[in-house]
């Protein structure tokens, strides 16, 4: 079992940045390929970004990239997402999973998931 805790999100105006943290506890974390995820109101659970856990390669959402960077830490047992230049469609409640997803953006691939922190961006 690998339980995760997420923190940093807020409310914030657009253009602002946030550093989202997600600290895992139980089974060894730096064997977990790791992703963020996001969903707003009344929309599905979407793809932001990921970082395998063996070459540390990371993936993001086209909607994302060159503004959201993830990465992670294992010796501190965390990942981050750094996401700058923030925009009112980032509103959401941002998800961290865990586990060895065949494909990186694929929700269900991943076993472990923590309860989500909210961000939003005003306008």
């Known amino acids: 079992q690998v339980q995760l805790v997420e923190s940093g999100g807020g409310l914030v105006q657009a253009g602002d940045s946030l550093r989202l943290s997600c600290v895992a506890s139980?089974?060894?974390?730096?064997?977990?390929?790791m992703a963020w995820f996001r969903q707003a109101p009344g929309k599905e659970r979407d793809f932001v970004a990921a970082i395998t856990w063996n070459t540390g390669n990371t993936y993001y959402a086209d909607s994302v990239k060159d503004r959201f960077t993830i990465s992670r830490d294992n010796a501190k047992n965390t990942v981050y997402l750094q996401m700058n230049s923030l925009k009112p469609e980032d509103t959401a409640v941002y998800y961290c999973?865990?586990?060895?997803?065949?494909?990186?953006?694929?929700?269900?691939?991943?076993?472990?998931w923590g309860q989500g922190t909210q961000v939003t961006v005003s306008s």
């Open positions: 999973g865990a586990g060895f997803p065949w494909v990186v953006s694929r929700s269900y691939d991943y076993d472990y």
């Open positions: 139980g089974r060894t974390f730096s064997s977990h390929s």
